[in-house]
């Protein structure tokens, strides 16, 4: 499966995902009990676009969370001259914690690794071992699905699987790509781990304001056909929906 986005290819309708009885009919996610989260975003907004509100949540239910910026994000725009003249790397994670604030998180916990953003393959073994150096048994890993469809989220998803089965904490895989690729009718994704956590309105519309702070990705970073933002309105409404979605733990 290849990850093309752009466009002409904007993927799978919001439309074809409402339609869905399958997804309509998930089970209801009964989120965890833990003392402390950890929230591993391969780039910044992955962590927002795909467990915002879960995030809102859990802060509201104090639960000590810190959110682990795997890369900076800075090849989202790679053939833009405007995204090659200001610092994206800065701006992105700016954004972030200008996202968590809408979620209720002043002063949120961001460790950034500066892994090289569409390398992160190239560099598991520091990943892994900033991921372990912060779980503990009994906490909850927020992480992508280890399948979404980008490779940064692949490894970052399997390698948070893998140390959280290790130490004992309690995994939810959220879908960020999957969104774009996926077909609603048919069997990529893995119907009989999903479930579904609905949103209540405050969590809906904190959600909304946080996702629509990622400005260097909804809005075009110049003229240029390479400026054009990378969260484009039909890619954003997968991720201002009133419901979120996870995988629970590992593959059987």
Avoid at 112 to 125: A, H, K, N, S, T
Avoid at 152 to 169: F, L, Q
Wanted: charged share 25%; net charge negative; hydrophobic share 40%.
């Amino acid at each position: 499966m290849d990850l093309i986005v752009g466009k002409g290819h904007l993927g799978t309708t919001e439309e074809a995902w409402s339609a869905s009885d399958r997804l309509r009919n998930l089970p209801h996610l009964d989120v965890p009990k833990a003392r402390q989260a950890l929230i591993v975003a391969p780039h910044p907004d992955d962590e927002v676009l795909g467990a915002g509100g879960l995030v809102y949540r859990l802060l509201a239910a104090s639960v000590r969370l810190e959110v682990l910026a795997v890369t900076d994000g800075e090849a989202s725009h790679p053939l833009s001259a405007e995204a090659r003249a200001i610092d994206l790397a800065a701006v992105r994670s700016g954004e972030v914690v200008t996202s968590l604030g809408h979620l209720g998180w002043d002063q949120p916990k961001v460790t950034r690794l500066g892994i090289p953003d569409g390398y992160v393959r190239q560099f598991e073994d520091e990943v892994a071992e900033a991921i372990r150096l912060r779980l503990r048994p009994g906490d909850l890993c927020i992480a992508p699905w280890t399948s979404d469809g980008h490779p940064d989220h692949d490894v970052v998803g399997r390698i948070s699987e893998a140390i959280s089965v290790d130490v004992g904490a309690t995994l939810l895989g959220f879908l960020v790509w999957a969104w774009h690729w996926a077909d609603p009718r048919g069997m990529d994704l893995p119907w009989d781990r999903l479930a579904r956590l609905d949103l209540r309105p405050a969590e809906k519309d904190a959600k909304r304001r946080a996702v629509l702070a990622f400005r260097s990705q909804i809005r075009p970073l110049g003229p240029d056909p390479e400026d054009a933002p990378v969260l484009p309105p039909s890619v954003l409404r997968r991720f201002v929906r009133d419901y979120e979605v996870y995988v629970l733990g590992q593959k059987g």
